[in-house]
């Protein structure tokens, strides 16, 4: 599976971006996608993330809120809509694929398959 996100961007304070992630392959519908944060310097974090179903999606706790996540198994893209942002929401976001069961969702050590980032910029 190859994983592709787009969307970032620069963005003034309290306004929106949808983040997109494209996904190749045909097992994409069975897999757990996620999106993670990474600012400089800093680790990456766990945002988001979405069953195979579409069900039952789950937020850290600091884009409850603001942020959805979504997919449309039928274009094999994942979607993350970041609303009311903010200036600390600046980072590289990067979609994954989880493809192992019975493992948590928000460690990223467990996800398998990586997008190459997209960087979000949230100005004051």
């Known amino acids: 599976v190859q994983l592709q996100a787009s969307g970032g961007g620069l963005v003034q304070a309290g306004g929106s971006l949808r983040l997109s992630c494209a996904a190749s392959?045909?097992?994409?519908?069975?897999?757990?996608m996620g999106w993670f944060r990474q600012a400089p310097g800093k680790e990456r974090n766990f945002v988001a993330s979405?069953?195979?179903?579409?069900?039952?999606?789950y937020y850290a706790d600091f884009v409850k809120g603001r942020f959805t996540i979504s997919r449309d198994n039928a274009k094999n893209t994942v979607y993350l809509q970041m609303n009311s942002l903010k200036p600390e929401d600046t980072a590289v976001y990067y979609c994954?694929?989880?493809?192992?069961?019975?493992?948590?969702?928000?460690?990223?050590?467990?996800?398998?398959?990586w997008g190459q980032g997209t960087l979000v910029t949230v100005s004051s």
């Open positions: 979405i069953r195979w179903s579409g069900y039952n999606p």
């Open positions: 994954a694929g989880q493809a192992r069961t019975g493992y948590s969702g928000t460690d990223p050590v467990n996800y398998d398959y």
């Open positions: 392959g045909r097992t994409f519908s069975n897999y757990r």
